[in-house]
């Protein structure tokens, strides 16, 4: 088993930049391929951004492409989304997901998830 924490939240100017931590417990974090999901209000969760667990692979949802940027450092048992030329569409909760141990390749769906952090609040004004 595998507890998130997220930080990194808060608010910020549109075109402003922010960057997400998701910090993960236990010795076998390289082996959780990582995403990012985010909420917003009366609305549903959805994809940002997922990594493998390597590192070498990632996703992203065509909305966020070119200014989000997924990365992950597994000495640290942290993953990151850096957040650039942020809009306010872009505000949300950021969820931090981890997948099934031993499932690699990056994931896209809400299902296919098992660990889930608390979320952290990210406010773009205009």
């Known amino acids: 088993q595998v507890q998130l924490v997220e930080s990194g939240g808060g608010l910020v100017q549109a075109g402003g930049s922010l960057r997400l931590s998701c910090a993960a417990s236990?010795?076998?974090?390289?082996?959780?391929?990582m995403g990012w999901f985010r909420q917003a209000p009366g609305k549903e969760r959805e994809f940002v951004a997922a990594?493998?667990?390597?590192?070498?692979?990632?996703s992203y949802d065509d909305s966020v492409k070119g200014r989000f940027t997924i990365a992950r450092d597994n000495a640290k048992n942290t993953v990151y989304l850096q957040m650039n030329s942020l809009k306010p569409e872009d505000t949300a909760v950021y969820y931090c997901a981890a997948r099934r141990p031993g499932y690699a390749a990056v994931a896209t769906t809400r299902n296919e998830y098992l660990y889930w952090g608390q979320g952290t609040q990210v406010t773009v004004s205009s």
């Open positions: 990594v493998s667990w390597s590192g070498g692979s990632t």
């Open positions: 236990g010795r076998t974090f390289s082996r959780y391929a």
